[in-house]
């Protein structure tokens, strides 16, 4: 079953920006309850989609280089990289339907 997958400063990279499959990342914390309300959607989200996109976690207070690059100043804050593309991003705990319609996730679904 796939699951979201922990990404540091060491492998975003790899996980990430050199990944052949668009990667959907969750830039969270602990303490953050509106995280804890989209945890499970984005479990659902990487088993839905497993094969054809990527689900990542970033812990902003493990991270503060990476939460600082990106400039995340709210959390949860949810960024979509697709290869060849410019990132985008989200800020807020949205409902599955939502995240799928904002980053049309639709075209990255299994046929």
């Known amino acids: 079953m796939a699951e979201p997958v ?13 990944s052949k499959m668009p990667v959907l990342v969750d830039f969270w914390a602990a303490w953050c309850g509106p995280c804890r309300q989209v945890a499970p959607v984005m479990d659902q989200i990487a088993v839905e989609y497993e094969g054809s996109l990527k689900v990542a976690k970033i812990n902003v207070d493990a991270e503060t280089e990476l939460a600082g690059h990106f400039g995340i100043s709210s959390i949860p804050t949810i960024a979509f990289f697709v290869p060849g593309e410019q990132p985008k991003a989200i800020v807020g705990a949205l409902s599955k339907e939502m995240i799928e319609s904002i980053f049309d996730l639709g075209r990255f679904a299994k046929q």
């Open 6 to 18: 922990t990404v540091t400063a060491e492998t975003f990279e790899d996980e990430v920006v050199e």
